[in-house]
């Protein structure tokens, strides 16, 4: 499954079916930065217990689900958003989508119930590779990187059918890959 897009910051990479690290088993991971000295991004479908009101006491009604973004620095929230009109802050991933901004200014649109979960998700952590780190390991066939998807995928809720969307999206090739099974001793 030899990927021929580059990744780059508002890309998808998408794990190989049967990649046993536990961290990334049937992960998508949007990428929100990369540079020659390593890539960062969040895994869009690895849910955590927690709500956010879990993690910052003064937003007591805000229910927003908490996914791990990865491995790096679980003791830290990121977010990522498409309410640039409502924040007036974040770095521009991609056409519409942000990452961080003001969180004084989100808590006040939080705590007035100005921001739903189709605009802006949450994550404990990210995911980091360091210099040609991602690149060696697309050229070992772990990650698939794409382009195709909406932009409702992003900030999607249903953990359980990311992945199998993007596999889709990617086309007949790698349509069936999308019902392989968790553990190929199923097959």
């Not at 990927?3 to 049937?26: M, V, Y």
């Not at 070992?140 to 932009?151: A, H, L």
């Not at 900030?155 to 999308?178: C, D, M, Q, T």
């Amino acid at each position: 499954m030899l990927s021929k897009t580059r990744p780059s910051a508002g890309k998808l990479l998408i794990s190989e079916p049967f990649l046993n690290d536990p961290n990334f088993k049937r992960s998508v991971v949007f990428i929100a930065e990369h540079e020659q000295e390593g890539t960062l991004g969040f895994i869009l479908n690895q849910p955590s217990p927690l709500l956010l009101k879990d993690l910052v006491p003064d937003l007591g009604a805000a229910n927003f689900p908490v996914f791990i973004g990865g491995p790096v620095e679980v003791d830290t929230i990121h977010f990522i958003h498409r309410c640039y009109d409502k924040l007036n802050s974040g770095d521009e991933i991609t056409s519409g989508i942000y990452w961080g901004g003001n969180f004084e200014t989100l808590k006040i649109l939080v705590n007035n119930n100005s921001i739903d979960e189709t605009e802006i998700k949450f994550f404990l952590g990210y995911s980091g590779w360091g210099e040609s780190q991602l690149q060696d390991e697309i050229a070992e066939n772990t990650w698939i990187v794409s382009d195709k998807f909406r932009q409702d995928l992003v900030f999607s809720h249903n953990e359980e059918e990311v992945w199998r969307e993007v596999i889709l999206n990617l086309g007949p090739k790698y349509a069936h890959v999308r019902n392989f099974p968790n553990d190929p001793r199923l097959n």
